[in-house]
């Protein structure tokens, strides 16, 4: 069974820093990417990061570039760390995969992904 699960989120203030981990079992992770999404209350769903376990390329969303970083360790896990956080950063924040490399111009689509967890909320305060 494909499991993603999504964990640390929380509520911090502006400023301040999270690590989410999203934990994936029941697939072979070399042969997929996986990427963070989110979704703001009356928001669309938007690509956060992406990293690939092929190659290991990554990409972000332009506005996160600085502020988050993605990784993944042996123990196929995928981090997501966020700094310096903004009220604008709260939402629900998901992690997907996808079997096979996404080109630059397509990891952002949702309908690329072949699997989803539940996501963990993450609340900014001003």
């Known amino acids: 069974e494909v499991q993603l699960v999504e964990s640390g989120g929380g509520l911090v203030r502006a400023g301040g820093s999270l690590r989410l981990s999203c934990a994936t079992s029941?697939?072979?992770?070399?042969?997929?990417?996986i990427a963070w999404f989110r979704q703001a209350p009356g928001k669309e769903r938007e690509g956060v990061s992406y990293?690939?376990?092929?190659?290991?390329?990554t990409y972000y969303a332009d506005s996160l570039k600085g502020r988050f970083t993605i990784s993944s360790d042996n123990a196929k896990t995928v981090y997501l760390q966020m700094n310096s956080l903004k009220p604008e950063d709260t939402a629900l924040y998901y992690c997907?995969?996808?079997?096979?490399?996404?080109?630059?111009?397509?990891?952002?689509?949702?309908?690329?992904?072949?699997?989803w967890g539940q996501g963990t909320q993450v609340t900014v305060s001003s």
């Open positions: 997907a995969a996808v079997f096979g490399n996404l080109e630059r111009t397509v990891w952002g689509t949702i309908s690329e992904y072949d699997f």
């Open positions: 990293i690939s376990a092929i190659d290991g390329s």
């Open positions: 029941g697939f072979t992770f070399d042969a997929y990417a």
